[in-house]
């Protein structure tokens, strides 16, 4: 197991990469048409698509590193990259080319199923939540350890759900101004999380370094 204050990071980090405030314009723009309850449904399979996506990715991160011939300090430094890219997009307010294309945003429209595509996947759930969630999964050993990383990341959906069944008041009290307060809030937390985890991975590629 990790440290208490580590499991705590994890889960600060991975809702910043979510980010569900971000996703508050593009929910509401694709469910104007629905009813309140039909909206609380699509948020419900948002944070599940979530939630199941990120427990299979982080379980089989063992796999996938091995597969790629790739160890956990290079998949550090790979994944500082992308988050801290991801900041500075928050930091702007914008949407990063690693959470949606253009092209994606175009196609949404044509999606019936929204909570799944585009919401959960790829305007939450991207490299940098995948990468974050395979990195903190892989740190730590034993069940417990396991538990307790799926535990917060149950939360952390829970979180997603409540936020996005609460978009439309969220929206109003807030606005665009108070919703890009809060991405580059997120945004410079989460560059210093990318920062450390970079290193964290240099010191591992380079034991000298440390």
């Known amino acids: 197991m990790l440290d208490a204050l580590d499991y705590v990071r994890f889960g600060l980090t991975l809702f910043s990469i979510l980010d569900p405030f971000a996703a508050i314009p593009l929910f509401l723009l694709l469910t104007d048409s629905r009813s309140a309850q039909q909206r609380s449904a699509t948020a419900r399979t948002a944070a599940l698509a979530v939630f ?10 063992d796999l996938i590193l091995r597969l790629l011939g790739a160890s956990l300090p290079a998949f550090q430094v790979g994944g500082g990259i992308v988050l801290f890219l991801m900041a500075l997009s ?3 307010a914008q949407l990063s080319p690693q959470q949606q294309t253009p092209e994606e945003a175009s196609e949404a429209s044509d999606r019936s199923a929204v909570g799944v595509v585009p919401i959960a996947m790829p305007l939450l759930v991207g490299p940098g939540s995948i990468s974050a969630t395979i990195i903190y999964i892989e740190r730590g050993t034993g069940w417990q350890h396991k538990g307790l990383s799926v535990a917060i990341l149950a939360l952390i959906c829970l979180g997603i759900w409540v936020v996005l069944k609460l978009a439309q008041p969220i929206g109003d009290r ?25 290193a964290n991975g240099l010191r591992g590629l380079f034991p000298a370094l440390g």
């Open 174 to 198: 807030l606005g665009r101004t108070g919703l890009n307060i809060l991405n580059r809030i997120f945004g410079l937390l989460l560059a210093a999380v990318a920062v450390q985890i970079f």
């Open 52 to 61: 199941v996506t990120l427990v299979v990715a982080g379980f089989s991160g």
């Open 90 to 92: 928050m930091i702007n």
